[in-house]
Every structure is written in C-alpha cells, then in structure tokens.
C-alpha cells in the first residue's frame, strides 16, 4: 500500500460485537458518518472474498452526496478485511483483541482531492462514531 493514512481506536466490547457492527449493513447505516450533518441513507454488503460492498452517504439537507464502495479482496473473521474503492484505492482494517477490548486500526490510500489532514480527520471521525456506537 503506497502513502497510507492510518486511523484507530479501541473499542471496549468483545471482537463478535465489533465485527457484527463493523459489518452488517444496518448498524453500517447508523454510525457511518463523519459529521452530524451526514447520513448513511443505504447500503449492501457481500463479507466474502471478490464480494462488494456499496452506501450512499448524503449531507442531511439533500444538498450532496455520494456512493462509498468497492469488493473485498481478504476477509478473515474477527481479524482482518482488505479491499479495493471503486475508485482503486486500497483499505486494510486489522482488529486486534487487546484484554477486554479490540483495537481496530485502518489504513487507506489517500485521494487527490482533499489534504491528507482532512482525509485523515474525516476517517478517524467515523472511526469515533463507530466507537461510541458498538459501546453503547
């Protein structure tokens, strides 16, 4: 992986819960987000090897949004997802069992865009929703 950014946090509850939420499509929906001000209003998600994933994030006013997707390359319950954006960019998200918790590190090929802040920003903050999701 060329010039990753990388994000993480520990979330404190046990890797099937993580992994459950992390995964499934609805719970997807309800902490995928950087900003209060978004929203995940869909999705779908093949888990396997050469399955694809799709959501289409939306700003709540309706004045933008877009399609987030690509297929999975590795898959390896409770421990490992790999794959590659529609867009060509890699991702590999590790979990690793920490005690009583899971820390949860994500490394991903920037995109031209945005600063390499911003994009590190955004990601960690949807990494937080996520946390402050499973935990609750």
């Known amino acids: 992986m060329k010039e990753a950014i990388t994000v993480e946090t520990s979330v404190h509850v046990p890797i099937d819960k993580v992994w459950s939420d992390f995964t499934d499509p609805e719970a997807v929906k309800a902490w995928n987000r950087a900003s209060d001000?978004?929203?995940t209003v869909g999705g779908r998600n093949d888990l396997?090897?050469?399955g694809s994933f799709s959501?289409?994030?939306e700003a709540k006013d309706g004045s933008t949004g877009f399609d987030f997707?690509?297929?999975y390359e590795e898959v390896v319950t409770n421990k490992r997802i790999a794959y590659t954006l529609d867009d060509g960019r890699k991702v590999?998200?590790?979990f690793i069992p920490e005690g009583d918790s899971v820390r949860i590190v994500e490394s991903f090929e920037p995109e031209s865009e945005n600063t390499h802040k911003m994009q590190q920003?955004?990601?960690q903050a949807i990494l937080?929703?996520?946390k402050k999701y499973?935990?609750?």
Do not use: L
């Open 55 to 57: 959501y289409r994030m």
């Open 48 to 50: 396997s090897i050469g």
């Open 128 to 130: 937080d929703n996520f």
């Open 92 to 94: 590999e998200v590790d």
């Open 121 to 123: 920003v955004g990601w």
């Open 134 to 136: 499973c935990e609750s």
């Open 69 to 71: 997707g690509g297929t």
């Open 37 to 39: 001000d978004w929203h």
